[in-house]
């Protein structure tokens, strides 16, 4: 790798295998094209408070309110965290303890929910998240999913469909947030949804904070009741969660009248004690880290870049003569819809794979391949930008893209002369985390 950093020189020492292993992962990260919607690069300063002594550090509890001495340092980093993960979203409360977004959407249901209660959310498939109430996870288990999802037609939202549902159902909660919708969501129309059912309207922006960050898709804090998020993905902080709220709950009253906390007090008791023990502080150290980064010009820069980069992908794509989920993109991703192809969503992504370019199978709306094979391939554009591509290199990867589905009956000769392009490309670019100049 040009100007790779020789890192971990402890490690290396000590343990070779997994070292070379790690090693291995970073080389094929830098040589091959990382186009999983949910991946970015994370910096090195991240990396660094996140392999940083604060590992160590019990602290049960939060920050003025600790069941272990020795908090003075770790409760000025989680209060930094905090205010800065205010300024960031504008939210009236944050909590940065969730293990990870999964944990996070699990204390959202305990903060506002009975088990058993309606929720309304996604199915996975139409590209829900398994916590959103899909039946093998917690949430499909302990609580009734009402499903919704893109309209198979447009692959775009009806309002007009979801609030039927809504006002049939009469959910006490709905989620609103995707893994694979290309389009803008409209919070201020589920809200209004919301608000006419009395339901609890929940925002999960783990794949887009960053372009709602950069102005590039509507800011949900005014208009939910909470909001939910990862902290890496596109936002390149930690593996981490973190949630925003507001600080009184609206139905407090009708739901909650038998307790006396209010939503940030339940929101934060149902992560610690409810949930977890002692907070991850080189995790928080790190969203720390990332909520200062994501304020910066550059930051807004690469999720007004990562929008127009997908942007530029899908054209050349249609160009070619490719169908889209739904004809194109106002996000970070694009769903390749291969519903009139002679191959599978998965035969596109091993052989894409085979040629250096990552990504995922993923069911297009109007699907009528199985899940385990579906008929469309996710791409996202969040780790490119991050490197510093722009509407230029979307064009020759979009070449790529042809050449591999082309190709895809003798893909093994296709794909090494295709890779050995992509790791020269790749050379061009500085990697976060990886290569510096
Ligand atoms: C990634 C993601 C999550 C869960 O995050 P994990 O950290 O993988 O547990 C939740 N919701 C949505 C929409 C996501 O994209």
Same mark, same amino acid.
């Given at each position: 790798?040009?100007?790779?950093?020789?890192?971990?020189?402890?490690?290396?020492?000590?343990?070779?295998?997994?070292? +070379? $292993?790690? !090693?291995?992962?970073? %080389?094929?990260?830098?040589?091959?094209? #990382? &186009? =999983?919607?949910?991946?970015?690069? *994370?910096?090195?300063?991240?990396?660094?408070?996140?392999?940083?002594?604060?590992?160590?550090?019990?602290?049960?509890?939060?920050?003025?309110?600790?069941?272990?001495?020795?908090?003075?340092?770790?409760?000025?980093?989680?209060?930094?965290?905090?205010?800065?993960?205010?300024?960031?979203?504008?939210?009236?409360?944050?909590?940065?303890?969730?293990?990870?977004?999964?944990?996070?959407?699990?204390?959202?249901?305990?903060?506002?929910?009975?088990?058993?209660?309606?929720?309304?959310?996604?199915?996975?498939?139409?590209?829900?998240?398994?916590?959103?109430?899909?039946?093998?996870?917690?949430?499909?288990?302990?609580?009734?999913?009402?499903?919704?999802?893109?309209?198979?037609?447009?692959?775009?939202? +009806? $309002?007009? !469909?979801?609030?039927? %549902?809504?006002?049939?159902?009469?959910? #006490? &909660? =709905?989620?609103?947030?995707?893994? *694979?919708?290309?389009?803008?969501?409209?919070?201020?129309?589920?809200?209004?949804?919301?608000?006419?059912?009395?339901?609890?309207?929940?925002?999960?922006?783990?794949?887009?904070?960053?372009?709602?960050?950069?102005?590039?898709?509507?800011?949900?804090?005014?208009?939910?009741?909470?909001?939910?998020?990862?902290?890496?993905?596109?936002?390149?902080?930690?593996?981490?969660?973190?949630?925003?709220?507001?600080?009184?709950?609206?139905?407090?009253?009708?739901?909650?009248?038998?307790?006396?906390?209010?939503?940030?007090?339940?929101?934060?008791?149902?992560?610690?004690?409810?949930?977890?023990?002692?907070?991850?502080?080189?995790?928080?150290?790190?969203?720390?880290?990332?909520?200062?980064?994501?304020?910066?010009?550059?930051?807004?820069?690469?999720?007004?870049?990562?929008?127009?980069?997908?942007?530029?992908?899908?054209?050349?794509?249609?160009?070619?003569?490719?169908?889209?989920?739904?004809?194109?993109?106002?996000?970070?991703?694009?769903?390749?819809?291969?519903?009139?192809?002679?191959?599978?969503?998965?035969?596109?992504?091993?052989?894409?794979?085979?040629?250096?370019?990552?990504?995922?199978?993923?069911?297009?709306?109007?699907?009528?391949?199985?899940?385990?094979?579906?008929?469309?391939?996710?791409?996202?554009?969040?780790?490119?930008?991050?490197?510093?591509?722009?509407?230029?290199?979307?064009?020759?990867?979009?070449?790529?893209?042809?050449?591999?589905?082309?190709?895809?009956?003798?893909?093994?000769?296709?794909?090494?002369?295709?890779?050995?392009?992509?790791?020269?490309?790749?050379?061009?670019?500085?990697?976060?985390?990886?290569?510096?100049?």
């Amino acid at each position: 790798m040009p100007n790779s950093v020789e890192r971990y020189p402890h490690l290396k020492q000590n343990d070779p295998e997994i070292y +070379d $292993l790690i !090693q291995k992962q970073t %080389v094929y990260e830098a040589s091959t094209l #990382k &186009m =999983i919607a949910s991946e970015s690069f *994370a910096s090195f300063s991240v990396m660094e408070a996140c392999g940083s002594t604060l590992t160590n550090k019990y602290c049960e509890g939060y920050p003025g309110a600790r069941y272990y001495e020795g908090y003075e340092f770790v409760d000025q980093i989680e209060n930094l965290a905090i205010e800065r993960g205010k300024k960031l979203f504008g939210a009236e409360h944050v909590n940065v303890q969730p293990y990870s977004g999964s944990p996070a959407n699990q204390a959202v249901y305990r903060s506002i929910l009975k088990s058993g209660d309606k929720i309304m959310g996604m199915p996975v498939p139409e590209g829900g998240h398994l916590t959103h109430g899909w039946k093998v996870n917690f949430s499909g288990m302990d609580y009734v999913q009402i499903p919704y999802g893109p309209d198979p037609s447009t692959g775009r939202f +009806d $309002l007009t !469909q979801i609030r039927d %549902v809504a006002k049939k159902e009469r959910p #006490k &909660m =709905i989620w609103v947030g995707a893994t *694979a919708y290309p389009y803008i969501i409209e919070y201020k129309q589920f809200a209004e949804i919301a608000n006419e059912i009395d339901a609890y309207l929940v925002a999960d922006i783990s794949h887009i904070n960053a372009i709602i960050i950069a102005g590039e898709h509507p800011d949900p804090t005014p208009y939910c009741d909470i909001v939910s998020s990862t902290s890496h993905k596109m936002l390149r902080g930690p593996r981490a969660g973190f949630l925003l709220s507001k600080t009184e709950d609206r139905y407090q009253q009708k739901y909650h009248a038998d307790s006396k906390l209010n939503l940030a007090k339940r929101i934060d008791r149902a992560v610690f004690p409810g949930l977890q023990g002692g907070p991850h502080m080189h995790a928080i150290a790190a969203m720390a880290v990332a909520f200062k980064d994501a304020m910066t010009p550059e930051f807004r820069e690469y999720g007004k870049q990562i929008v127009k980069n997908a942007k530029a992908l899908a054209a050349a794509l249609l160009a070619r003569g490719y169908d889209l989920a739904g004809g194109g993109t106002d996000t970070h991703l694009l769903i390749l819809d291969f519903r009139k192809k002679e191959f599978t969503g998965k035969d596109a992504a091993q052989a894409l794979s085979k040629a250096g370019i990552i990504a995922n199978f993923n069911m297009t709306p109007g699907d009528h391949r199985s899940p385990f094979i579906t008929s469309g391939v996710r791409l996202g554009t969040p780790s490119l930008t991050a490197m510093g591509m722009k509407e230029p290199e979307m064009e020759l990867i979009a070449g790529w893209i042809d050449r591999v589905c082309q190709n895809i009956k003798n893909i093994d000769v296709a794909a090494p002369v295709i890779r050995a392009e992509i790791a020269d490309l790749c050379k061009k670019f500085v990697i976060p985390g990886i290569t510096q100049v």
